[in-house]
């Protein structure tokens, strides 16, 4: 068996330049991954403000909370909205007799 060559000690330094680019990579990425910004507030979460993925966009757990309220009264406003085109339909058709 041959015995390992002596290092190059520029070949040492090379190598360890490259591990050094790497982990600047890894953690770039990882500290990418932990933040995003929110599409509909434009503010950037960290993990202190917890973002979900909804399909290709992150939002913010406040704007979630107010997406939330927002579909609970949906059954409401529809029926509002479906009140209000009616009262202008009988207002339409009182004008027209
Ligand atoms: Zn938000």
């Given amino acids: ?53 909804i399909g290709a966009k992150w939002i913010c757990i406040d704007c979630l909370r107010s997406l939330k309220e927002t579909l609970e009264g949906l059954d409401q406003w529809e029926a509002e909205i479906q009140l209000e085109k009616e009262m202008s339909k009988k207002i339409d058709d009182t004008l027209r007799v």
Wanted: proline share 8%; glycine share 6%.
């Fill in 1 to 53: 068996m041959n015995t390992m060559p002596e290092e190059n000690p520029r070949n040492d330094a090379a190598i360890e330049s490259i591990i050094e680019g790497k982990k600047m990579e890894a953690y770039a990425e990882h500290r990418t991954k932990d933040m995003h910004q929110c599409s509909l507030c434009g503010n950037v979460g960290y993990r202190k403000r917890p973002m979900r993925p």
